[in-house]
């Protein structure tokens, strides 16, 4: 992949928030609102709630045949739009490319009046149970409350284009389970299950006060609810990789190094030895998938590599020869946007602070070196605990375009992200191409006002600019008309 980068970036701070001090307080404050009763209780007020249905639908029984006719067409891959051809879907997929004009037997028309097609936005790094949790909710309201956050959360994200997730993190099982049932809107999701993490490790929430733990000692709040689960040594990892791997996981994710935010773990501590990752690495592939990591240093994302993960997650410390490696192991690098200016997330310390601008102005070395060395490149939004931040998701992956192309922005977003999420093989959870307006592909589209390829800030005005949503072939949106 060819990445083309600006000369002029601008001042850069971001960081990634699931193990900050503000996350841990969240999750174990949980512990009597989240209990495995109430959980319980909050999935079937969300499975109850879908079979009572909405007052007002989001989606009616697609037609056996539609046409979305008289449209440009951004393929997810191309330079330039394609003109001249309409798309035909039928059964969840795109039926085909058709001569624009061509009659189609028994199908629905919807004339696109020009506008522009494309494939439906993939963001490669979200967290569907965390990403519109409010803290104060999170530490006062019960379970069932805080699960129907996150349905309403999956219909936003899905009317912000994005018809396909990545989760890295959470216990969004239940959720996947009753938006594929057609209960709920939302973009399919791809999970991780809880976050596997060593003892003081990235995904360790609990507070110095629940050290030291006895052996018979009961899972933590956050281990209880499935957001992280802690392992250590060989047969603990394998035991909680395999775990996840049978509530459903298509991939699993695994903590390798500290973070900004961490009560306990430095960011250039690494974690988990050699063997354990091997072990994680292990049941994922007998299991025909593969392991991503979170992780900065160079250290750790060498360690990473040479255990066999498959997606490093961040890794903005990288140096020009790690970068390297990341591409001779023929690995993904999962990038992050951490822009100074309102989405940027706050650090109270002088510390935490130097450390995000180490990694704000790593952000921008990353994509050098990903394009110097043509690195495998996927791009994630990676917002928590922020209701109002969701919103920006969009114009948050827009932003790439001050590093690169607009055309190649739309490759990250759509077909480049898809390549990621199908490494998942046996345990892909949608078969067939997504990302891409290809025969066969499954019909995730989105109609948008404007060309995008000019117009990179159309992505992220969802509301003005995206007038028709289409996920497997429902029309979610459609405002073409108006």
């Known amino acids: 992949m060819i990445i083309r980068l600006k000369t002029r970036y601008g001042h850069f701070v971001g960081a990634c928030l699931c193990h900050g001090a503000e996350a841990r307080r969240v999750v174990c404050t949980m512990e009597d609102a989240l209990s495995r009763r109430a959980v319980l209780k909050g999935v079937t007020a969300t499975l109850a709630a879908g079979a009572l249905g909405q007052a ?10 539609i046409v979305l006719a008289n449209a440009r067409i951004f393929d ?49 790094h979200w967290h ?49 389970r009753a938006v594929d049932e057609g209960r709920f ?19 360790d929430f609990r507070f110095r006060s629940q050290i030291p733990s006895a052996p018979a000692a009961p899972l933590s709040p956050a281990e209880k609810e499935g957001i992280a689960i802690i392992a250590d040594g060989v047969p603990e990892v394998l035991k909680r990789a395999r775990e996840q791997l049978l509530l459903g996981a298509s991939q699993l994710k695994i903590m390798v190094g500290g973070g900004v935010s961490s009560l306990y773990d430095p960011l250039d501590s690494i974690q988990f030895t050699a063997p354990e990752i091997r072990a994680a690495v292990d049941a994922a592939s007998d299991w025909g998938t593969y392991v991503c990591a979170h992780v900065y240093t160079p250290e750790g994302i060498e360690r990473a590599l040479a255990c066999g993960v498959k997606s490093i997650e961040h890794g903005q410390l990288a140096e020009a020869q790690t970068a390297k490696h990341i591409a001779d192991a023929g690995a993904w690098w999962s990038l992050q946007p951490f822009l100074a200016d309102e989405d940027a997330n706050p650090q109270s310390t002088p510390e935490q602070q130097a450390q995000q601008k180490a990694i704000a102005e790593g952000t921008v070395r990353a994509f050098e070196l990903a394009r110097q060395y043509d690195v495998n490149v996927a791009i994630g939004t990676d ?21 690169m192309s607009n055309v190649d922005v739309l490759r990250l977003a759509t077909s480049r992200n898809a390549a990621l999420l199908a490494l ?37 005005d969802p509301e003005r600019r995206m007038q028709l949503i289409m996920k497997a072939g429902i029309v979610y949106k459609n405002t073409l008309a108006a």
């Not at 809107?185 to 995904?203: L, V």
């Not at 917002?383 to 590093?403: V, Y």
């Not at 990302?435 to 589209?445: C, N, Q, R, V």
């Open 383 to 403: 917002i928590l605990f922020s209701p109002a931040k969701t919103a920006t998701q969009g114009r948050q992956i827009a932003k790439l375009a001050r590093w």
């Open 128 to 176: 569907s149970f965390m990403a519109a949790l409010p803290q104060a909710v999170a530490m006062t309201a019960d379970a069932a409350y805080i699960h129907l956050l996150a349905v309403q959360e999956a219909r936003r994200t899905l009317l912000r284009g994005f018809t396909s997730v990545r989760d890295v993190g959470g216990p969004t099982f239940a959720l996947k």
């Open 424 to 460: 998942s093989g046996a345990r892909n959870p949608y078969p067939g191409n997504l990302g891409l307006i290809e025969t066969g592909a499954h019909a995730d589209l989105l109609v948008v006002d404007g060309n995008p390829l000019e117009d990179i800030g159309i992505i992220g």
């Open 76 to 124: 997810g891959v191309s330079a330039g739009l394609i003109d001249g051809r309409d798309v035909a879907i039928a059964g969840g997929r795109i039926a085909a490319l058709i001569p624009r004009g061509e009659a189609v037997e028994d199908a629905q028309v919807i004339d696109c009046a020009g506008k522009v097609i494309m494939p439906g936005l993939i963001d490669a």
């Open 185 to 203: 809107p939302g973009p399919r999701i791809f999970p991780s299950g809880a976050m596997i993490s060593q003892t003081a490790g990235h995904g």
């Open 56 to 65: 007002t639908p989001l989606a009616a029984e697609a037609p056996a045949t």
